[in-house]
């Protein structure tokens, strides 16, 4: 017996319209990572994989991988069950998460409602300098590519439809939920351990 992937989507009961289309979010969810609601260009494949929730996590399982879905915050997020497949970063662009995570805690307690925090560019440049303990910042063109890829992610978004500027330091940008999901810690503890093991892994590469 042969298998192929419209015999398995033929065992389902979804439509045959969504059933052409199940290929390609799956393939656009594991090259993006995220998928949220709010978002107009992933509001409709948003709705596709929340209203099959039960078909995605099958065929994402069989390859294994993991679906999860941000209830609060309406984001789908696919992580790897197994290291081969996981997105590798640098330590410059893992101590960024760290920062736009720590920002996004200590913002969020000042909102009373389900909104995503706002900062600017000279606060994510302070508070880098301080996780990281230097006086240096990172260089202009080694700046933009980090945030670019946190751009390009989801994890941050400019707001009032400006293009990403890091030079100007006023520059506002949206946290958005994905930045809990990617770096998933629940207490200042667990943050602190974060922060501890990249400031070791920094002084051994400085030391290399």
Not at 12 to 29: I, Y
Not at 59 to 88: E, K, M, P
Not at 121 to 139: C, D, F, H, N, V
């Amino acid at each position: 017996m042969s298998f192929s992937a419209n015999t398995i989507l033929e065992s389902t009961d979804l439509p045959e319209k969504t059933r052409r289309e199940v290929p390609r979010v799956t393939n656009r969810l594991l090259g993006k990572t995220f998928l949220y609601q709010d978002d107009e260009t992933d509001k409709e494949d948003y709705y596709l994989v929340h209203r099959h929730r039960d078909v995605f996590d099958a065929l994402f399982s069989t390859t294994g991988f993991t679906l999860l879905h941000d209830d609060y915050h309406r984001i789908f997020q696919v992580i790897s069950d197994f290291g081969a497949c996981r997105r590798r970063y640098r330590l410059d662009e893992s101590l960024m998460i760290v920062v736009l995570r720590r920002l996004y805690e200590e913002h969020a307690e000042q909102l009373s409602l389900a909104k995503d925090p706002v900062v600017t560019i000279g606060e994510i440049r302070e508070e880098y300098r301080t996780i990281t303990g230097e006086e240096r910042a990172l260089g202009i063109v080694r700046y933009e590519e980090i945030l670019r890829r946190m751009k390009s992610l989801g994890l941050i978004e400019p707001v009032d439809g400006r293009s990403l500027d890091v030079r100007d330091s006023e520059l506002r940008l949206r946290l958005r939920g994905s930045v809990k999901m990617i770096l998933p810690v629940q207490t200042a503890e667990e943050m602190e351990a974060w922060l501890r093991k990249y400031r070791a892994r920094e002084e051994k590469e400085c030391e290399e």
